[in-house]
Nanobody
Framework: EVQLVESGGGLVQPGGSLRLSCAASGFTFSSSVMSWVRQAPGKGLEWVSTIYSHSSNTYYADSVKSRFTISTDNAKNTLYLQMSNLKPEDTAVYYC?????????????????WGQGTQVTVSS
């Protein structure tokens, strides 16, 4: 029943911007904890950002703070990640994830549900 579908990834030059979307269904989105997690080539998972949909409280990894903005459109059951001033080290597969079981934010098992991911490549 639960489905998360990411979109919006692609190739962008350093310093550019990109907006990722995650369309959610099968659960009460407006009361959910939603996150973005990424995996760079050859690397493990890295937590990027979390938003509490019911309160709009937001949290960011230090590596993306001031450059990325997480948001939701609760009427559309959609999660967004607006990325600006992109750097080559931002290159990764970006996943949206619903739910959070603990504070081990870089572990797959921490999150209840995952999307398929969308590739972001930052290169000149």
């Amino acid at each position: 029943e639960v489905q998360l579908v990411e979109s919006g990834g692609g190739l962008v030059q350093p310093g550019g911007s990109l907006r990722l979307s995650c369309a959610a269904s099968g659960f009460t989105f407006s009361s959910s904890v939603m996150s973005w997690v990424r995996q760079a080539p050859g690397k493990g998972l890295e937590w990027v950002s979390t938003i509490y949909s019911h309160s709009s409280n937001t949290y960011y990894a230090d590596s993306v703070k001031s450059r990325f903005t997480i948001s939701t459109d609760n009427a559309k059951n959609t999660l967004y990640l607006q990325m600006s001033n992109l750097k080559p080290e931002d290159t990764a597969v970006y996943y949206c994830a619903a739910g959070r079981k603990n504070y081990a934010l870089d572990r797959q098992s921490t999150y209840g549900y995952w999307g398929q991911g969308t590739q972001v490549t930052v290169s000149s």
